[in-house]
């Protein structure tokens, strides 16, 4: 069955502070995903990835960078974080680019911000 | 541009109802369609999904959703709840990212269904 770990699994932070939220995948897919959602909100993404050492812009970037060092791992960087990011972070993989796949979260990591 | 309304934010019920939950989207084409369950303190986990052909799909835990594209809807369906089924449920339409880059994911707001024993 895929496999998604994030870790922390929760972290409180400081205001301008920096902040690694990491991902780890051992389904072998190539393509991974970082996801914010907010209270009674559904999932945005922030950032995607497609290969090894190459990041892609989601629909809310502007204050997250991100990070696929290998294919089995993605962090998500805030570098200076902000009292609005605080959020609970998704990690998702799926096998294939195509429209139709399945994608496999992890369990979350929920970040306060103070 | 894009969108996924899913117009009810909470739902309760007995157990052993029957249950619907609402979906409807906006996209110019027919999109790939899907629902989302995320039980407590865990990750998202597919439910069901759509493409073509027979407008009803069944799904795990005897879920079912029906796709409409007159209405634009892919209303979530079970005839009989159980306790276990409360969670917050996800719909969700696919498009295709730019430079074969992967499946991109809209969501609506989700539902938070819970299930009086």
């Known amino acids: 069955e895929a496999a998604v770990t994030q870790s922390p699994r929760s972290k409180v932070a400081v205001t301008g502070g920096k902040v690694t939220l990491s991902c780890h995948q051992t389904?072998?897919?190539?393509?991974m995903y970082w996801y914010r959602q907010d209270t009674g909100h559904g999932l945005r993404l922030i950032h995607y990835?497609?290969?090894?050492?190459?990041?892609e812009k989601g629909d809310i970037p502007d204050g997250y960078k991100a990070s696929r060092p290998s294919q089995e791992n993605f962090s998500l960087i805030l570098e200076l974080a902000s009292l609005s990011q605080t959020a609970v972070y998704f990690c998702?993989?799926?096998?294939?680019?195509?429209?139709?796949?399945?994608?496999?979260f992890g369990s979350g990591t929920r970040l306060t911000v103070l | 541009a894009q969108s996924v309304t899913q117009p009810d934010a909470r739902v309760t019920v007995s157990e052993g109802a029957s249950l619907q939950l609402r979906c409807k989207y906006s996209?110019?084409?027919?999109?790939?369609l899907f629902w989302y369950v995320q039980y407590p303190r865990q990750g998202l986990q597919l439910l069901l999904k759509?493409?073509?052909?027979?407008?009803v799909v069944q799904g795990v835990n005897g879920f079912e959703a029906e796709f409409s594209k007159s209405n634009s809807s892919f209303h979530l369906r079970k005839a009989s709840v159980h306790w276990s089924d409360s969670a917050v449920y996800f719909c969700?339409?696919?498009?295709?990212?730019?430079?074969?880059?992967?499946?991109?994911?809209?969501f609506g707001g989700g539902t938070r269904l819970t299930v009086r024993p």
């Open positions: 389904n072998n897919h190539d393509y």
């Open positions: 998702a993989s799926s096998r294939d680019w195509a429209s139709a796949e399945t994608l496999y």
């Open positions: 759509y493409y073509s052909g027979d407008p």
């Open positions: 969700a339409v696919s498009i295709t990212m730019n430079n074969n880059a992967g499946a991109k994911l809209t």
């Open positions: 996209y110019s084409a027919t999109p790939y």
């Open positions: 990835s497609y290969v090894a050492d190459s990041t």
